[in-house]
């Protein structure tokens, strides 16, 4: 497979079938699995279209939650907002400081737009819209505020994408999303452990949110999203106490693959990254254990966990270590 292509995490059923079970632990993903406790959801958030007083709410939240006033659209996840961005400029050149996520680039060039990848922020410069990934995945890379708002102006468009941004809220850009030609993306799935729910944000300039709002249509989040989310994203005491209790556990994760053999080369609270001598043969070891993991196209070494969410997954993980 070459850099570029379109592997992902969470492909749990090729797991299954390669190695049988049902009992997975899936970490591949970067995906809390302490998830916010879904509260009981109205009847009417599944048999009535969603409204914009519901919808103005969710934005509210999210304002208050990311730390901005900014002008916000929800999106049926951060992915959707990656799709809609080629179109929010005339086809030109694109650069995307990776390795990284790689949608981003696979989801230019689809749109017709030529797409180089560079290895450091500076290098975004002059592009017609420069994508950067802060906190970086897979390897938790990441640039200091000013290093990014010093490019605003020198990109077309500066889109910096935070999906992995909230459990360091300082690193956020949220609060400098209204000026123009600096796009922020925000996942709600990860943090809160709610993929399923299939719901992001972007925060940015009027005309570019504008646009945004055109392109994904009258209803581009659930009702059972909004009512979730809604109430989640108001939870900050739930965000700070999983933010602390993440920050905590990079140690212990760290600890238990360092004793089997693999260096830590960074991440961040919500996945880690380390270096191994074989990653496939890393991936098969956890996998005999059923759990699962991600591995890279572009590196032999590489391999990048998600974090157990109880006792008794941190407990399988660490017999591992022990055999």
Not at 170 to 186: E, F, H, I, K, T
């Amino acid at each position: 497979m070459t850099q570029g292509a379109r592997d992902h995490g969470g492909n749990l059923e090729a797991a299954r079938s390669a190695y049988g079970g049902t009992d997975w632990i899936d970490l591949s993903t970067g995906i809390n699995r302490a998830p916010y406790p879904v509260p009981w959801i109205s009847a009417a958030a599944f048999a009535a279209l969603p409204t914009q007083v519901a919808m103005a709410g969710l934005v509210k939240a999210a304002a208050i939650a990311y730390g901005t006033s900014a002008p916000i659209v929800a999106l049926s996840g951060a992915q959707a907002a990656i799709q809609l961005v080629p179109l929010l400029r005339p086809t030109g050149l694109a650069r995307v400081v990776g390795p990284t996520y790689n949608e981003h680039a696979a989801t230019l060039r689809a749109c017709g737009w030529q797409v180089q990848e560079v290895g450091d922020l500076g290098a975004l410069r002059g592009a017609d819209i420069g994508i950067v990934v802060n906190p970086n995945n897979p390897d938790g890379r990441h640039w200091t505020r000013k290093a990014l708002l010093d490019l605003v102006g020198q990109v077309g468009l500066l889109v910096v994408d935070e999906s992995f941004a909230d459990p360091m809220p300082d690193q956020s850009l949220g609060d400098a999303a209204g000026q123009a030609g600096l796009l922020v993306l925000r996942s709600f799935g990860k943090f809160y452990g709610l993929a399923g729910l299939r719901l992001g944000f972007a925060l940015g300039a009027g005309e570019d949110i504008a646009r945004l709002k055109d392109l994904s249509g009258p209803w581009p989040v659930s009702g059972p999203a909004i009512e979730v989310a809604t109430l989640a994203l108001q939870d900050r005491a739930w965000a700070e106490t999983t933010s602390s209790r993440l920050a905590g556990e990079v140690a212990r994760m760290d600890a238990i693959c360092t004793k089997l053999g693999w260096t830590p080369l960074g991440g961040t609270p919500l996945f880690r990254l380390y270096d191994t001598p074989d990653a496939q043969q890393a991936q098969d070891h956890l996998a005999r254990a059923h759990i699962w993991s991600r591995i890279f196209p572009y590196s032999q070494s590489w391999i990048r966990l998600g974090l157990p969410g109880d006792e008794a997954e941190w407990a399988r993980m660490a017999a591992l270590a022990r055999a």
